[in-house]
């Protein structure tokens, strides 16, 4: 395992859309468990596969309940709503609100392709979003609160 480089925001890979990851094979989880150690060393809870400058549908979460590992997620239900300060391992030293689902169900395939669902609330929630969002280009800045 290894620690990978963070693209920081400007960089033009964090603004494509990636590819469907469809090999669950060594490379993948060689790619997972870098990514796990990436996001542990600096803090983060949750990391996507663009940010370390792979353009495929992968991301990590973990608010403090364990690694979850998502492979070509999608949000399937989602309600209500939360505004709340985010940050990103992408942006330095900025944070500001942003307003997303307060529940979201997602489906997903594990690391080795098997179909799995999973759900979240609140700052669970948030992170599924905020993380899923890098896959289609979407960075948290985009999505920041304006003031009236």
Not at 123 to 141: M, P, S
């Amino acid at each position: 395992m290894a620690i990978r480089n963070v693209l920081k925001m400007g960089d033009p890979v964090l603004n494509k859309k990636s590819k469907n990851v469809v090999e669950f094979n060594e490379k993948l989880h060689t790619l997972l468990d870098d990514m796990a150690d990436t996001m542990y060393l600096h803090d983060g809870v949750g990391l996507a596969a663009p940010q370390v400058g792979i353009l495929r549908r992968a991301v990590i979460v973990d608010i403090g309940d364990g690694l979850i590992e998502l492979i070509n997620p999608e949000i399937i239900e989602s309600s209500g709503t939360q505004t709340d300060v985010e940050g990103c391992l992408s942006v330095d030293e900025y944070v500001d609100e942003v307003t997303r689902p307060n529940y979201v169900k997602v489906k997903a395939q594990d690391r080795n392709g098997d179909v799995i669902f999973v759900e979240g609330e609140a700052f669970l929630a948030r992170a599924f979003c905020h993380e899923i969002d890098h896959l289609d280009g979407i960075l948290f800045v985009e999505k920041v609160v304006k003031g009236e």
